[in-house]
């Protein structure tokens, strides 16, 4: 009795499984692409927002004592890049282009006025006050007016993305954007503009009080 000849087992190449690997990868890559830049493709099934957020919960209160005198608006574009050391932008690298809109306040405290900061001559027909200088306030941005313009990044960032809890972050921008909002304001003359203001509010004040002179000065 004769036994068959046995099979030739066959096996996959070394090459061809890389290819098929970098197949896989490239698939997965340009679906989540297709997800990104397909508009409406998010709402094909139907997709439904719900807030489910708990009731806000008062942390603190704090008495204010400052004057609030001016603010600026200010706008700034952000232009981001992260390159790789040692890959191409288009493989690893990411560039993003933002508009960044906020508000600064240059205010006067007047909680920090002691007895020895406000004279008043006996007839109280004259008031002189030193106050501490005018400061500012952090930057408020704007959410409804700061926006990304453009956003550029590599195959294997975009490839991330799609398994990150928090895709395209945009917290660097937003950083980098207060950053350069609260440099401008410092530059603006925006506190002296609020001194100006403040000694206006005062000396209208204490005018309506029956006081002739009001002298106003500021120091550290």
Known sequence: ???????ATRRMPGWAKAVSAV???LALLFAGV???VLPGIKDLFGTETHDRSGPALLKSIQDLSRYDAASGNFQVVVDLEKDSKYLPDAIRGTRTLY???GTVDAYV??????DKDVTVDGDRTSATL???HARLS???LDADHSYAVSKQRGLLDRLGDLFSDNPNSEQAVQRLAVKHIADAAKDSGLTARAETNTTGMLEGLLKSLGFKEVHV???P
């Not at 405290?109 to 002691?114: C, K, V």
């Open 109 to 114: 405290d007047l909680g920090r006025l002691g």
């Open 138 to 140: 952090r930057p408020a």
């Open 217 to 219: 000065t500021y120091g």
């Open 99 to 101: 508009v960044g809109a």
């Open 1 to 7: 009795m004769t036994t068959p000849p046995e099979r």
């Open 34 to 36: 297709a997800l990104a």
């Open 130 to 132: 030193r106050l501490p």
């Open 23 to 25: 197949v896989m990868v």
